[in-house]
C-alpha cells in the first residue's frame, strides 16, 4: 500500500527533531503541503504522494536537516504575499509584517501617496504596501547585487521602482528630496557580537548586523530619510528589541517630532516612528 502523508511526515519530523530543527512536525509538514499544493489543513485530504513527490519533498527534508532556512526551500508568505529568497537575500521576519500593517493604516485617508523602502532587500516592505495601496508610488533602495536581482524578481512586476544605491547617500533618490510622504526602513541592526540562531547564519551579514552597537547604518539612515520627507511626512524603522530606548531618543535629539516606540505582542521593542516637523 502506498504509504500516505502523515507516515512520510512523521518519519521526516523524527529527522529533522535529531537534527535540532525547532518546529520539525510543522516545517515536515509545510514542506509537504508545498509539495502536494495545498495548505497544511488540505494534507488531510490529498492523495499519498507519488514517487516523484515522495523524492522531492525527500529532498527537501534532506536540506533542512543542514539547516537550510525553511523559507528557501518553500518561499515566504509575507502579509499574505508570496515572496521567493534564498542565497544572498534577508529572509522577511514575521515581525517587519507590524511595521507594514503601521504604514498601511498611516496611508488611509492619502491619496496616491508616494512611499520609499530603504534597505529593501526581497522587497517585503515595497511590495507589502504596492500589493495593498495600488494607488502608492513605491521606491525600493538596495545596495547588495546578489538582494537586488530577488527584489527585482518579487517587485518589479508589482510595479515597484527598485533603485540600486546607498540607502544613506545624499545622492540616492535626491531627486525626491522634501517631497515623499511615508519612508519605511527595516536596516541590519543586530550588534555584532550577538549570537544567533542558526538559520540567521545563512542571512548575508551586511543584512543583519550593523556594527558594534547595532547602530552604523540606523545613525545616517534616518537623517536620510528626514530628508526626503515633505513636511508633516511620516517614518518607520525597525531595530534591535534591545534599542526601545536607545533609537527614540536618537531621533528626538535629531528633531523628529512625536516619536513612538512600538512593541509587538510579546511587548519586545519592535520598531520606532516618527514625523518631520507637525503634521
Ligand atoms: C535586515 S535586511 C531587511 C530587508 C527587508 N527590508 C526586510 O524587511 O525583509 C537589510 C537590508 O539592507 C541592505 N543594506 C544594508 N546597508 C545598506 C545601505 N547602506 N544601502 C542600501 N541597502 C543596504 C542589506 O543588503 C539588506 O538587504
Redesign the pocket.
Known amino acids: 500500500m502506498a504509504r500516505t502523508w502523515r507516515d512520510r511526515i512523521v518519519e521526516a519530523a523524527g529527522r529533522l527533531s535529531g537534527a535540532g530543527v525547532p518546529s520539525p512536525l510543522v516545517d515536515a509538514e509545510l514542506m509537504a503541503a508545498h509539495v502536494a499544493g495545498t495548505s497544511r489543513g488540505g494534507l488531510i485530504l490529498a492523495e499519498p504522494p507519488d514517487e516523484e513527490a515522495a523524492a522531492r519533498f525527500a529532498q527537501l527534508v534532506g536540506q533542512r536537516t543542514e539547516r537550510v532556512p525553511l523559507q528557501y526551500l518553500i518561499g515566504v508568505d509575507?502579509v499574505g504575499i508570496e515572496l521567493a529568497v534564498g542565497p544572498g537575500?534577508?529572509?522577511?521576519?514575521p515581525e517587519?509584517e507590524l511595521?507594514v500593517e503601521w504604514a498601511l493604516r498611516k496611508l488611509t485617508g492619502m491619496t496616491a501617496p508616494l512611499v520609499v523602502?530603504?534597505?529593501?532587500?526581497?522587497?517585503?516592505?515595497?511590495v507589502g504596501v504596492a500589493a495593498n495601496r495600488p494607488d502608492a508610488t513605491v521606491y525600493a533602495?538596495?545596495?547588495?547585487a546578489?538582494?537586488l536581482a530577488w527584489?527585482r524578481r518579487n517587485a518589479e512586476h508589482r510595479g515597484v521602482r527598485v533603485v540600486a544605491?546607498?540607502?544613506?547617500?545624499a545622492e540616492?533618490l535626491a531627486e525626491l528630496d522634501g517631497t515623499v510622504d511615508v519612508v519605511l526602513?527595516?536596516?541590519?541592526?543586530v550588534p555584532e557580537a550577538t549570537a544567533v540562531a542558526p538559520e540567521v547564519r545563512h542571512?548575508?551579514h551586511?543584512?543583519?548586523f550593523g556594527g558594534e552597537d547595532g547602530l552604523d547604518?540606523i545613525r545616517?539612515?534616518h537623517r536620510r530619510a528626514f530628508d526626503l520627507l515633505c513636511p508633516g511626512g511620516v517614518f518607520a524603522m525597525?531595530h534591535d528589541d534591545t534599542h526601545g530606548v536607545v533609537v527614540p531618543v536618537l531621533l528626538r535629539e535629531a528633531g523628529w517630532a512625536h516619536v513612538r516606540e512600538h512593541r509587538d505582542l510579546a511587548g519586545r521593542a519592535r520598531f520606532a516612528t516618527g514625523v518631520k516637523g507637525d503634521a
Not at 523602502?117 to 515595497?126: F, M, P, R, T
Not at 533602495?141 to 547588495?144: A, D, L, R
Open positions: 509575507f537575500v534577508f529572509v522577511p521576519r517587519t511595521l523602502d530603504l534597505c529593501s532587500g526581497s522587497g517585503a516592505i515595497a533602495v538596495e545596495q547588495s546578489e538582494a527584489l544605491g546607498d540607502a544613506t547617500a540616492t526602513s527595516n536596516p541590519p541592526y542571512d548575508p551586511r543584512a543583519v547604518v545616517p539612515l525597525e
